[in-house]
């Protein structure tokens, strides 16, 4: 007796082949795209660091206040 559920098998291989090469087709194609912008003769090579700004006896004073406040907090 014969299934009459399932198509014939070379109809399903040609229909999974068909699949395969349309998501192969869909891949290769997104990768045409260049998410890099343009580069530019002048670029910089090197990273120069920020200065930073010297903290205020007062600034230290609220840090030392806060670092011991959590300290005493955790303990």
């Given at each position: 007796?014969?299934?009459n559920i399932l198509?014939?098998?070379?109809?399903?291989?040609?229909?999974i082949k068909g699949i395969i090469m349309?998501?192969?087709?869909?891949?290769?194609?997104?990768?045409d795209y260049?998410?890099?912008?343009p580069k530019t003769?002048?670029?910089s090579t090197g990273y120069r660091l920020p200065k930073g700004e010297v903290?205020?006896?007062a600034d230290l004073d609220t840090q030392t206040a806060l670092k011991k406040e959590y300290n005493d907090a955790v303990k």
């Open positions: 007796m014969k299934n198509p014939d098998k070379k109809i399903l291989r040609r229909e349309i998501v192969l087709l869909a891949v290769c194609h997104s990768c260049n998410e890099l912008p003769d002048d670029a903290p205020t006896a």
